[in-house]
């Protein structure tokens, strides 16, 4: 997992493995992304 911040925005990568059950067939890297702004509170 690896994840990244700045004052605005942060983003987030989790990677793993998905198992196989077709002999032969490496199992497979999966990752997803994903960003989302980071909640400020300000005065009125």
């Known amino acids: ?3 990244s911040r700045t004052g ?10 998905a198992l196989t059950f077709v002999p032969g067939l ?3 890297t999966v990752s997803q992304t994903v960003s989302a702004p980071v909640e400020r509170f300000t005065a009125p």
């Open 1 to 3: 997992m690896a994840v």
């Open 26 to 28: 490496p199992d497979l």
């Open 8 to 17: 605005t925005q942060v983003v987030v990568t989790v990677e793993g493995r």
